[in-house]
Every structure is written in structure tokens, then in C-alpha cells.
């Protein structure tokens, strides 16, 4: 019998958080960007989630509207500049949309504490960091397209030496690490295949992109 009761209370916890939340955001940020933000969110969401391309789309243009000339609007221009980059090279490279697609905007993404399924996918975010270790991979098709996109943040990868890989790795400013070959600074890029890739039966195409960060690629 208590349970409505408990449900009540639950409800108004999540209402007091989220009122907090809302009035000390909108303090900092203003209520209109506070808004756009939202919308942006939340057409982001729709467009991930397969919910309507137009009606994301929608919503994400009418958020932009919102934040439009303050210092908020830089960073989400920048966002959705590289979201919009990485959908494209998404579709570029898997045509038959059979693959793995997450987007997320802060947090760490892990597959390296167990074995994985190693399939075509795309994943992007906006802060945070990227570990993978392909070593504990289980391969599911002959050939692979793996694409690992972010703005800030850090990615370590771990290929196995007798894995057949090709790797294009960039850092538009920051540190990048392609088995022997070490770039530092501005403008980073490195293009590298492991031995006998081109007649190898299975093997992985790689790319891995940060706006601002570190990308480490080990060979072991």
C-alpha cells in the first residue's frame, strides 16, 4: 500500500533536482541558451536514435537559432560542425547502414576489459576518452571499418602485431602516437599499414580523429 506514497516522493525529489538544475544553469548560461541548449539535445538525440532526420534536424537548427552570438554558440557551432563531419564520413564509409553507431557527449567509452565484438561502427563524443584494445576482439567479418571521432579527449588503441590494420589518425591540436611515429603540435596526421594488409583475408580499417587531444596507437 505504500507504494504510490513511495512514488510521490520519488517524483518530487526528480522535480526539486531538475528545478535546481534549470535555475542554476539558466543563472549562468541565460534562459535562452539554456533553451537552444535543450533543443539542440534533443534533436541530437532524435537524429541518433532514428526517431525523424527532418524533425531533428529541426530541432537542432532552432536551438542554433537560440544561442546564436554569445560564447555558447562557438562551442556548439564547433559540435555540430564535427557531428555533422562525422555522420558524413559515417555514411561515406558504411553505405549499407549495417553498423554500429554511438554518439554521446561526455563520458568514457571502453572496450578493453573484455572481449568484443569487432564490427563496423562509428563513434563520436564530444568530451572525454576512447579506450580501446583490439586484441580481445572477436572478428565478425572479413573486413572492418572502425571510425573513432571527438573534439577534447584522449584515445588509446591497442593492435595486436599480426592484426592486418590500416590506420589514418589525425589531431587537429595535440599529440599523436601511430606505432613508431610520434607527431606533436598543430595539424597533426599519420597514414600507416601493417605488413601484408592489401592481401591479408581479414583486416581493419581505421580511422581515428580528435579536434583537440591525444590519440595513442600501439602495436604489441
Do not use: C
Not at 539558466?26 to 532514428?50: D, M, Q
Amino acid at each position: 500500500m505504500r507504494e504510490p506514497s513511495n512514488n510521490r516522493q520519488k517524483n518530487t525529489y526528480l522535480v526539486l533536482i531538475a528545478a535546481g538544475v534549470f535555475i542554476l544553469l539558466e543563472h549562468y548560461i541565460g534562459f535562452w541558451n539554456l533553451v537552444g541548449l535543450l533543443l539542440i539535445l534533443y534533436g541530437i538525440h532524435v537524429l541518433s536514435s532514428g526517431g525523424g532526420n527532418k524533425k531533428g534536424y529541426a530541432l537542432v537548427i532552432a536551438g542554433a537559432f537560440f544561442v546564436a552570438g554569445g560564447p555558447l554558440a562557438v562551442l556548439i557551432g564547433i559540435a555540430l560542425i564535427s557531428l555533422g563531419l562525422f555522420y558524413k564520413k559515417s555514411k561515406e564509409l558504411h553505405p549499407d547502414d549495417d553498423f554500429l553507431q554511438k554518439q554521446s557527449l561526455i563520458g568514457s567509452i571502453r572496450y578493453d576489459r573484455e572481449p568484443w565484438v569487432l564490427r563496423n561502427m562509428s563513434i563520436w563524443h564530444a568530451i572525454g576518452e576512447m579506450r580501446f584494445d583490439f586484441s580481445l576482439a572477436l572478428h565478425e567479418e572479413k573486413e572492418v571499418t572502425v571510425i573513432l571521432q571527438g573534439m577534447i579527449g584522449n584515445l588509446n588503441i591497442i593492435l595486436p602485431e599480426d592484426m592486418a590494420v590500416s590506420v589514418e589518425g589525425s589531431v587537429l591540436a595535440g599529440s599523436l602516437h601511430v606505432g613508431g611515429t610520434r607527431r606533436d603540435g598543430v595539424g597533426n596526421k599519420v597514414v600507416w599499414q601493417s605488413p601484408g594488409y592489401e592481401s591479408a583475408e581479414t583486416k581493419v580499417k581505421l580511422i581515428a580523429s580528435y579536434l583537440v587531444g591525444e590519440v595513442n596507437i600501439k602495436v604489441v
